[in-house]
DNA sequence: CTTAGACATTCCACTATCGACATGTCAAGA
DNA sequence: TCTTGACATGTCGATAGTGGAATGTCTAAG
């Protein structure tokens, strides 16, 4: 349940934000870190606030909420981070389908890579016109989320190197040839 | 919908494999790349098998199963592989958490870090352990099981490089202190 | 003979996620 | 004035995923 969390965690960092407001940091700060579509977060936020959670601090014009963290929230909240394990991830359609590769033409296995590696080369751009787009202060929220941001960078760079190795393992097999 | 095809291509390559045979593939082969609990599992195979993508192709002691695809899952398994777009990952609870760490204590941060660590140099024993029990041959499933057993162990390097840089990173803040 | 443990399947209730749709407000410029 | 587009919240149905329990069979060791 961690939709949840990070829709707190947000609220927490940024008191007064509306569900509005909330997508839009989806969108740009947790895009790669959590997703979530916009029935997600107004059903969450409708959880929350019934749970005791988060509160609508202020009604603003358009039928605007603002939403502020209770006390329970943030106990919530520190819970979460300091007494609970995260999971890891175990799910990479993009490795899933490498897996069964041997099933396709050796020219759809390098299509295949080569697609990839294009993708890569994008949400790389991406992201470096993100870190540009944001104004990274000195609050918390920047102060972490840079830390993240290179995570991104990091990883996006490991498979880039990753796929022009196996690119190189595919055409000339290691070892015991076949 | 990849479970799906995680079974079929399983099955393509491991013909007359049980349910519970499949099982055991996915807790070593698959499991950092798509996990799968019994229910999941068992369902999906009376979902292929009504769908008409495999089939029952004998019945052994205890009730067992064998299963085989039959020609119109081997060209699902062709379509998903070669005609439709593998979605990138959005979602790593480590990295959400990462991105909050600015509501905790400076000790109970280094902790989570530490702890983040401590867990990556358990599974990156666990994918050697694994590497040297499986018996590595010459077909398909090995080759490209390689591949991605090789994506697991730098993908593992990264973040632990990552987690010690973002250590220092914490205890020695850059450009502008605060 | 007994029993532990691997083999093997199936069902259930719950929660999470996705994608599309519906509805409406407000501000600014043509 | 009209229209466009950003702001803003909400509902629905379908599918996917989790975790646990129930049930039973076969084999090998003691």
Redesign the pocket.
Known sequence: ????HAVLGLLAEMDGS???????MFEVSLANVW??????L??E???LTADGFIEVVEE???????YGVTAAGREELRRWLTETAP?AV??DEVLLRVFFLGLVTPEQREEYLRGRAAELAERQAGIEAVEEAVSWGEDDLSRYGRLVMEYGKRFMAMRREWMEWALRELEDPPTSAR
């Open positions: 349940m961690s939709l949840r509306s569900g509005y407001d909330l997508m839009r997703g979530a579509t916009q029935s997600q107004y059903g936020l409708a959880k603003g014009p358009r039928g605007r909420k603002a999971k175990r799910r």
